[in-house]
């Protein structure tokens, strides 16, 4: 067998190096490091992929955010509500711009945000709205952008989990996450669903004339070179992870149903299982499983995430502090709630390996360990 890790990216990289080797060669030719022709290349063919107007390409995931954030003119003081039960890039970059984050609960079965707390949240000075598709479940967005009309906010999509995953209405239209809210933001880290070879991200909106502004904050707020009209950042996606990021786009969908075979064995395997629940997957989400995240119940964490560490078997805890309990949010007096799912949650979650060369003797190998921790 071979030796499992969380995500197998030599694996994957194998099985399309030569083709990723020659565009990586092509670009070191081009010497067009920089917002070379693969990057239009790239974004043209993810917008047409994920079905959204504009396709904004920038450094990394968490500058998405922030380009989003300064692109809807979003000034000190005002209030952006997010999930406290996410990655620490959705909430820092609200504190970085001196925004205010204010967190919410999030469903103890989606892990995604709870639009009655989203609702309970929101204030005079509410100005954003950020929920995260976490694990690759999609958030319940029907319902947040219902709220979020009623009180005229505009939601941004932290999607960096979720690349590729749909959301079902209930009249059976589908949209992609990451495009239903005024904009939506991604990662190409390279443990993403669609994964760079180093860092890279992406915002995708519909509105021109937000698409515009951005395109100019990312660009140290130029739309002329050397005339710059607001005050911007240097946020690029590299050539080199552009070329890449094009080849790997058109096995996208063959990564996601890879995954998807994965959680299946994982959830025949462990649904029976006391003391465990499998993801729960809504009808209105098309899980991708960036993560495969049990929760426990009754059942010693650290001693399971050691033993199976002494058989080879890595598991992870997305993530151990919640925002509401991060230090450096101490300042701001809406971490002062009490969001007891949140909590319950973070001591209970652990991730198991899932990715898209994961194979079924490793699967069987991992539940058998799981198994016998629980029985013996
Ligand atoms: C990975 C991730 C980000 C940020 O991505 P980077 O490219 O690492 O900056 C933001 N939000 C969530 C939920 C993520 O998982």
């Not at 209030?79 to 820092?92: C, D, K, L, M």
């Not at 709870?114 to 690759?136: F, M, W």
């Not at 939506?184 to 915002?203: C, E, Q, R």
């Not at 979650?349 to 799981?370: G, R």
Request: glycine share 8%; charged share 20%.
């Amino acid at each position: 067998m071979r030796p499992i890790q969380m995500v197998d990216l030599k694996q994957q990289y194998h099985k399309i190096k030569s083709e990723v080797d020659e565009a990586v060669i092509a670009v070191l030719e081009s010497v067009a490091f920089i917002n070379g022709k693969p990057v239009q290349d790239f974004a043209e063919h993810l917008s047409t992929y994920i079905g959204s107007k504009h396709v904004i390409p920038c450094a990394n995931g968490t500058d998405a955010l922030q380009i989003t954030m300064m692109g809807l003119g979003l000034q000190p003081g005002d209030e952006v509500i997010t999930p406290s039960f996410t990655y620490i890039a959705t909430t820092e970059v609200i504190a970085l711009l001196g925004l205010t984050p204010v967190f919410v609960e999030v469903d103890p079965k989606t892990f995604c945000m709870d639009p009655v707390s989203l609702e309970n949240a929101i204030t005079g000075k509410t100005r954003a709205i950020v929920p995260v598709h976490l694990y690759g479940h999609a958030a319940p967005m029907a319902e947040i952008m219902t709220i979020a009309a009623k009180h005229g906010i505009p939601v941004i999509e932290d999607n960096a989990q979720a690349i590729g995953g749909t959301y079902r209405y209930d009249n059976g239209t589908r949209k992609k996450t990451g495009t239903i809210g005024i904009a939506g933001t991604t990662s190409f880290f390279p443990s993403k669903n669609l994964g760079g070879y180093g860092d890279g991200g992406a915002i995708f909106t519909d509105d021109d004339d937000l698409a515009e502004k951005m395109k100019m904050i990312a660009n140290h707020g130029q739309r002329k070179r050397y005339y710059h009209d607001i005050v911007g950042c240097n946020s690029r996606l590299d050539t080199l992870q552009a070329a890449i990021l094009d080849i790997k786009l058109k096995y996208l969908d063959r990564y996601i149903a890879a995954r998807k075979t994965a959680a299946d064995y994982y959830d025949r395997a462990l649904t029976t299982v006391p003391g465990i629940t499998v993801p729960f997957r809504a009808l209105y989400s098309d899980h991708v499983f960036h993560q495969y995240t049990l929760i426990l119940d009754g059942i010693d964490r650290d001693g399971l995430n050691k033993f199976l560490a002494e058989k080879g078997i890595p598991s992870m805890i997305y993530y151990p502090v919640p925002g509401h309990r991060q230090k450096m949010f101490e300042g701001f007096d809406t971490t002062k709630v009490s969001l007891p799912v949140t909590d319950w949650l973070t001591e209970r979650v652990i991730s198991l390996p899932i990715h898209t060369e994961l194979d079924e003797d490793q699967q069987h190998y991992i539940v058998s360990a799981i198994r016998e921790y629980i029985n013996q």
